[in-house]
């Protein structure tokens, strides 16, 4: 199985800050034939589904505001939020889906300051 | 606009089997995507259950391989989870969901709200 470790594991940010998240995998997701990494990032607030920001490691979900980029590849992953807004507190989950079982990270809290 | 919606008992016995339907609207299952089962215990993160492709093939996580079956009713648009002889670490929230096909089973892009199930005597 592919291990998904967030850092960290808690996180507290200002308002109108840069807020950053890191997910590293314990195996590459990278796969060679089209050069994507098999990684997405998800957002969950209390008592609601987590709900997908990023796949690809990178790209945006039709919807998703632009203050949320995804980058990193092989193992190392990060989600940004350019600046931080009252309603991204939530837990953020990464998840690679390169193989099964496609497992997620512990997740990381972010509070405001 | 595609929605899902689970449903099924919210407590089983010790044992016993559990068994959750989700019913999918706005799409028809077997025109594409995966749909998968995630679930997720009180206060702890996902984990990740098993996926049905449009195809067919199915996928499950090894560690409840043994337990686990996903199936489909394209008659009525509905997937289905059983997990059979459950323990009190079965008890979890259950969340179906679609997930871009992509040659495996993709990123969750929709979910259900999920149903709470708590096995207990």
């Known amino acids: 199985d592919i291990v998904m470790t967030q850092s960290p594991d808690s996180l507290a940010v200002s308002l109108g800050e840069r807020a950053t998240i890191n997910c590293k995998s314990s195996?590459?997701?990278?796969?060679?034939?089209?050069?994507?990494?098999?990684l997405a990032w998800y957002q969950q607030k209390p008592g609601q589904p987590p709900k997908l920001l990023i796949y690809?490691?990178?790209t945006r979900e039709s919807g998703v505001p632009e203050r949320f980029s995804g980058s990193g590849s092989g193992t190392d992953f990060t989600l940004t939020i350019s600046s931080l807004q009252a309603e991204d507190v939530a837990i953020y989950y990464c998840?690679?889906?390169?193989?099964?079982?496609?497992?997620f990270g512990q997740g990381t809290n972010l509070e405001i300051k | 606009q595609v929605q899902l919606q689970e449903s099924g008992p919210g407590l089983v016995k010790p044992s016993e089997t559990l068994s959750l339907t989700c019913t999918v609207s706005?799409?028809?299952?077997?025109?594409?995507?995966?749909w998968g089962w995630i679930r997720q215990p009180p206060g702890k993160g996902p984990e990740y259950i098993g996926s049905?492709?449009?195809?067919?093939?199915?996928y499950y996580n090894p560690s409840l391989k043994s337990r686990v079956t996903i199936s489909v009713d394209t008659s009525k648009n509905q997937l289905s989870l059983s997990l059979n002889s459950v323990t009190a670490a079965d008890t979890a929230t259950y969340y179906c969901?679609?997930?871009?096909?992509?040659?495996?089973?993709?990123?969750?892009?929709?979910w259900g709200q999920g149903t709470l199930v708590t096995v207990s005597s």
């Open positions: 969901g679609r997930q871009q096909a992509v040659g495996v089973p993709g990123a969750f892009d929709n």
């Open positions: 706005g799409y028809s299952i077997n025109s594409g995507y995966c």
């Open positions: 049905l492709y449009h195809t067919g093939n199915t």
């Open positions: 195996q590459s997701v990278l796969y060679g034939s089209n050069s994507r990494n098999y």
């Open positions: 690809w490691a990178s």
């Open positions: 998840q690679q889906y390169y193989t099964i079982p496609n497992n």
